[in-house]
């Protein structure tokens, strides 16, 4: 079974648009990690935040935010007033104990914004 | 500062043939982990390495290997090449041995190998 989904394969708006990267993951250990990453057309994976299974507070940094809801395994992202730079590929990851803690990536959320 | 580096950036091979990708991580960190992405995938993960010990491996065959170097630099061998091997190879560099759930992992920009 897929631990972590991204069930959007790719999403396309125009810019301004506010836009969510949906990410659902499973797992059986009570303490794990949650990650998203950006990857530009460059191909370098970009860290853009990690959490904690015991911290469910939301968090904003700029025009991102991350909603994280345990009650249903989610970890979705949200960009507010997309900009074209913004286009990439989103991955969202999971470490967990039963993986001894390294990274389990979902497929990926090919995001594009149209000028 | 430089981040981390791969070498080389495109690579084309013929089945059955041998790789060596070599990857140099971010000054002062000591830890490089070794993935493979597919196209359309998200990275899979192949090795950890920390102080010249393997400390984690992906569900890869014996056909992958890779060592780490005493300056921390790291290079990772695949034989007897499947065109299944097809896919970016992403290098990570970490500060410590800890796991990814500890470390922010600096990504290189990979090296794209084609087997033909």
């Known amino acids: 079974a897929q631990k972590v989904t991204q069930a959007q394969t790719e999403i396309s708006v125009v810019e301004k648009e506010d836009v969510t990267l949906d990410c659902v993951y499973e797992?059986?250990?009570?303490?794990?990690?949650l990650f998203w990453y950006k990857q530009p057309p460059s191909g370098e994976l970009v860290f853009l935040i990690r959490r904690n299974s015991f911290d469910e507070q939301n968090e904003i940094s700029g025009r991102y935010s991350w909603n994280f809801q345990k009650s249903t395994s989610s970890f979705n992202f949200t960009i507010t007033a997309s900009q074209v730079v913004d286009s990439a590929v989103y991955f969202c990851?999971?470490?967990?104990?039963?993986?001894?803690?390294?990274?389990?990536w979902g497929a990926g959320t090919k995001l594009i914004i149209k000028p | 500062d430089a981040g981390v580096t791969q070498s080389p950036t495109h690579l084309i091979k013929t089945r059955g043939q041998q790789v060596t990708l070599r990857c140099s991580p971010i000054s002062g960190h000591k830890s490089v982990s070794w993935y493979q992405q597919v196209l359309g995938q998200g990275p899979q993960f192949i090795f950890q390495y920390y102080e010249k010990e393997e400390r984690g491996r992906g569900n890869f065959p014996d056909r992958f290997s890779a060592r780490q170097f005493p300056n921390y630099s790291s290079e990772l061998n695949v034989n007897a090449l499947l065109l299944g091997d097809s896919a970016l190879y992403l290098c990570?560099?970490?500060?410590?041995?800890?796991?990814?759930?500890?470390?922010?992992?600096?990504f290189g920009p990979g090296t794209r190998l084609t087997v033909l």
């Open positions: 990851a999971l470490s967990e104990a039963e993986s001894n803690y390294q990274l389990i």
């Open positions: 797992t059986r250990d009570t303490t794990y990690y």
């Open positions: 990570a560099s970490s500060l410590s041995k800890r796991e990814a759930s500890y470390n922010e992992q600096f």
